[in-house]
């Protein structure tokens, strides 16, 4: 099978601090007990599995907002994830006396910075942004006039009867494709709007690796459903190259039935994928032969050991 290795891939700076903040607090023992994250460390479950097996307790609960899962908290050591959190429940963890790292990225923390500017100068924000996503949830805590915008429905329905000048930024793992069809919506309607493309560099920069690849059959991007760049990455696979693109959490993912009719296969990983769940997959591909039985079983030989 030929494989394309797409670069870059895999870990980015974020998602690199938030775990050597974990780790540190792991190893030091003068952090408080229990180690809680409060949500995904960095959206990848492997990850979370792997600092299980040193205590870390993930709370992670689709239904609770961050403020609500803080209450669950008693004691110990809490770690913000690369997402972002409120000031909010910053102000609650010190009220509960717990010790706490936030592990924001800073690409994150430069919207925030932004959006606090543009409020106070005056101007009504507009925040692009995924339903149920931590990052949104931090941002839109900032203020409750910031209008969050989720799909092209949203643009179109949304309306703002203020003079205020307009400002429209938006989540950092976004991908271009998500963003031109609701930009232009919105500057049909405010064509005097002012807008900050907060996508990151990180994210970029994978994306161009998929819209620049050579011609193949297949596309697997190995990450965990609930990472948002990798599933962008999956879908500008598909958008720009119209190539079949699959998400995969690892190598036990892979259905033979998709390698069967190939011959080409690129794989690219998300910024919270890590390296070693990606090399299996690509060792894989590289050796497996449609004509040899012996090269099809997919059985991932990594331990939660050799994930941090
Ligand atoms: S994907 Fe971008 S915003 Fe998210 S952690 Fe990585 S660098 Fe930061």
Redesign the pocket.
Known sequence: MKVIDLTPRGY????KN?LAIVKKVVKDQSYPRPIYVLGQI?HNEKITKAFETFGVISLDQKDKTRLEMIEEIQEGTVIFT??GISNQVISRAKEKGLTFLNAT????LKVHKAVKEKLLSGYQIIYIGHQDHPEPEAILAISPDIIFITNEKDALLCHIDNQKPIFVTNQ??LSIYDIESILSILRTKYPDLIFDDDI????KVRQQAVMDQEKVDLMLVVGDPMSS?SNKLASVGTKSKGVTSYLIQGVEDIQIEWLKPIDSVSVTSG?STPTVVTEEVISYLKQFSKNDLKTWDHSSKISLSDIL
């Open positions: 980015c700076h974020g998602v938030a960095v690369a997402h990225c800073r690409d994150v950092t793992t990151c560099d990180a994210t760049n910024a």
